[in-house]
Nanobody
């Protein structure tokens, strides 16, 4: 069973920065994609950023230019650097690992951006 553990969330003022980390219990090199999703209260879970095993990262339009996803395959870690945070970025952020038709999820990390 794959375990993903997020950390780094918290409360920040608008315009501030946070970095989320995701630690995987297994090699992330075998996953097609490592990604970050988020879910705000009353809304559906949405893709924020994805790092495929080959190719360029993908970002939601709402975070382009502000968020950066990165991965360290040697340490089995995935990161989400979030800059210029806005109140609308407030959500629970989830780490995701995709292995063909199987998805693994972390428990989530709360990010709250105050205005």
């Amino acid at each position: 069973q794959v375990q993903l553990v997020e950390s780094g969330g918290g409360l920040v003022q608008a315009g501030g920065s946070l970095r989320l980390s995701c630690a995987a219990s297994t090699s992330i090199s075998k996953f097609f994609t490592m990604a970050w999703f988020r879910q705000a209260p009353g809304k559906q879970r949405e893709l924020v950023a994805a790092s495929p095993i080959t190719g360029s990262p993908k970002y939601a339009d709402s975070v382009k230019g502000r968020f950066t996803i990165s991965r360290d395959n040697d340490k089995n870690m995935v990161y989400l650097q979030m800059n210029s945070l806005k109140p609308e970025d407030t959500a629970v952020y989830y780490c995701n690992a995709n292995e063909n038709t199987i998805d693994f999820w972390g428990q989530g990390s709360q990010v709250t951006v105050s205005s």
